[in-house]
């Protein structure tokens, strides 16, 4: 199976974790986020929407997971160096709902 595998940082809830610290992987099935405060894995039912956040400029820009899962933070941002409009593309194609 073909996946997508990005190097970043992470936001969730007040906590942040910078480069390289955070790890995302993404295949048809499901979106995997591993981080340094634990794993957080999200099947296609699970995401509401992934959506493309810009706070500085390469320097703060990644996507934001909006999920349904009661038991993870609400806020959960997946902070990455390159364009995240490009990462997002690949998302999508995978068949996840992206804004």
């Known amino acids: 199976m ?8 992470v936001r969730i809830g007040i ?3 910078t480069w390289p610290f955070a ?6 099935r499901e979106l995997k986020l591993i981080t340094i405060m634990g794993k957080y894995v999200f099947r ?3 995401i509401i929407e992934i959506k493309n956040v810009t706070y500085i400029p390469i320097i703060a820009q990644g996507i934001k997971i909006e999920h349904k899962i009661p038991r993870y ?8 160096l390159s364009n995240p ?3 997002m593309e690949g998302i999508k194609q995978k068949g996840f ?3």
């Open 44 to 46: 296609k039912e699970d």
């Open 15 to 17: 906590m942040n974790a």
């Open 23 to 28: 790890r995302l992987i993404v295949d048809s």
């Open 2 to 9: 073909n996946k997508i595998t990005k190097i970043g940082g």
């Open 97 to 99: 709902m992206v804004r």
């Open 73 to 80: 933070n609400k806020l959960i941002i997946f902070w990455i």
């Open 85 to 87: 409009q490009k990462f």
